[in-house]
């Protein structure tokens, strides 16, 4: 297994894509069936994105949290929709685990969008890979590690505070969330026990 790799060789690879559904759930009549098929998994993929920032000392607020099965990505629009009771009650579960790319930051910001949040079952990816040698932190080079494929971040710092995602929006966030679930498979098919272990975010003081 490589230890890094370059832009260079990155731009050489395959684009990745996400061949699941696609839900985007802005409305809270939709938040109860996208949290009852996410209940059904063990384990899920996650990640965020906030409206970027551009002056120094503006903060960003998190607009979209996306949970991915190995089938489907839920893009919950909380700049619409806040933090539902359901959907709460997910992102608290110890027992399902929300596997991503430095959970423990997005935890932070979910935290200070809703105070009464209490997150758990977070298990943050770049406190798993150094264990195997990986050294690069990014998803992107981390995916292009594992698959020797390339995930664009062309998407990265469009709005996403705006009325409608776009598909370009759509398919970004939900991949960014699908490999994550990957890249955990992937490492957990590796000679190592209790890896979610390992991973699992550190208890914060409230911010």
């Keep these: 297994m490589l230890s890094s790799i370059t832009k260079e060789e990155i731009g050489k690879l395959d684009k990745a894509t996400f061949t699941?559904?696609?839900?985007?759930?802005?409305?809270?009549?939709?938040?109860e069936s996208a949290v009852?098929?996410?209940?059904q998994c063990a384990i899920i993929g996650m990640d965020t994105e906030s409206k970027p920032v551009f002056k120094k000392y503006e903060r960003q607020s998190v607009a979209l949290v996306q949970l991915s099965s190995e089938s489907c990505c839920y893009l919950f629009r909380i700049n619409?929709?806040?933090?539902?009771?359901?959907?709460?009650?997910?992102?608290?579960?110890?027992?399902?685990?929300?596997?991503?790319l430095d959970l423990c930051g997005d935890r932070r910001q979910l935290r200070?969008?809703?105070?009464?949040?209490?997150?758990?079952?977070?298990?943050?990816?770049?406190?798993?890979?150094?264990?195997?040698?990986?050294?690069?932190?990014?998803?992107q080079k981390i995916y292009a590690i594992l698959f020797?494929?390339?995930?664009?971040?062309?998407a990265q710092l469009t709005n996403w505070e705006a009325a409608t995602l776009t598909p370009a929006q759509q398919s970004y966030a939900a991949l960014d969330a699908y490999a994550?679930?990957?890249?955990?498979?992937?490492?957990?098919?590796?000679?190592?026990?209790l890896l979610h272990h390992f991973g699992l975010c550190p208890e914060q003081p409230s911010p």
């Design 80 to 100: 619409k929709i806040g933090i539902p009771p359901r959907l709460q009650g997910l992102l608290e579960r110890e027992d399902i685990l929300k596997v991503g």
């Design 180 to 193: 994550c679930l990957r890249i955990y498979h992937r490492l957990e098919s590796e000679p190592m026990p």
């Design 36 to 39: 009852a098929a996410l209940e």
């Design 148 to 154: 020797g494929e390339k995930i664009s971040k062309r």
């Design 112 to 139: 200070r969008f809703s105070p009464e949040l209490h997150p758990q079952g977070f298990v943050d990816l770049q406190r798993l890979t150094p264990a195997y040698g990986i050294h690069d932190l990014g998803l």
């Design 20 to 31: 699941g559904e696609i839900v985007v759930v802005d409305s809270l009549p939709q938040v």
